[in-house]
């Protein structure tokens, strides 16, 4: 495992609705960082849809090597700053620009029944539309979800912190990844600029984590 340096670019993933971009954008605004969701930079950059940036790449890879680009430009133009990214946001492509720049990646997890209640739905355009869940067919979203928690854990056994949000209202999911990000960082000897960041807040009369 790398050696941590300072936390100042904390990228948060985990499988669709576990809660990144509720969650992330929460931890930025703790700390003082800027926030950005990985998604709508590319959707912002190339001008079009999530879904249909995807479809225009024969493979997954392929997309995965451009979206990385969009975000090593995001991590050199911002020194402190969180990033929601996309649940392959620990593959291939990603990792070198991850590695390189010295960030700290973090793992949302959460029950499977637990993300089922929290699922969004889209068409192309990325727009909202009514859930299809039902009474009847909830155990095929259930499965699906049990499916991605297993395709996606050797990916996520690279992360720095995997962190257990179940049972948590979104303030207090943001609180456990901000007090395990410090607790990791001091357990390697490490001080870091997010450290100093709380440490300011709380002579200020911030509420602590």
Not at 2 to 24: M, P, Q, W
Not at 79 to 85: F, W
Not at 195 to 207: D, F, K, M, P, W
């Amino acid at each position: 495992m790398r050696l941590l340096g300072d936390a100042n670019k904390i990228l948060l993933t985990g499988i669709s609705c576990v809660g990144k971009s509720t969650t992330a954008p929460l931890i930025a605004d703790k700390v003082g960082f800027e926030y950005f969701d990985l998604d709508l930079a590319l959707q912002k950059h190339f001008g079009r849809s999530i879904e249909k940036i995807r479809n225009d790449y024969f493979s997954g890879y392929d997309f995965r090597c451009d979206a990385a680009e969009v975000l090593q430009r995001l991590l050199e133009m911002h020194d402190n700053i969180v990033i929601a990214l996309p649940p392959d946001g620990l593959r291939d492509a990603f990792l070198p620009v991850i590695r390189n720049l010295g960030c700290f990646t973090v793992v949302l997890m959460d029950k499977p029944k637990n993300i089922m209640n929290r699922l969004k739905f889209y068409d192309a355009d990325s727009n909202p539309i009514p859930s299809p869940v039902t009474e009847e067919n909830a155990w095929w979203y259930l499965r699906d979800i049990e499916r991605d928690i297993s395709f996606y854990r050797k990916w996520y056994k690279k992360a720095d912190l995997s962190v257990y949000i179940s049972g948590l209202e979104p303030q207090a999911a943001a609180d456990k990844v901000i007090r395990m990000i410090d607790l990791k960082i001091h357990e390697n000897g490490k001080g870091s600029v997010f450290h100093q960041l709380l440490a300011t807040q709380a002579s200020y009369g911030s509420h602590t984590v």
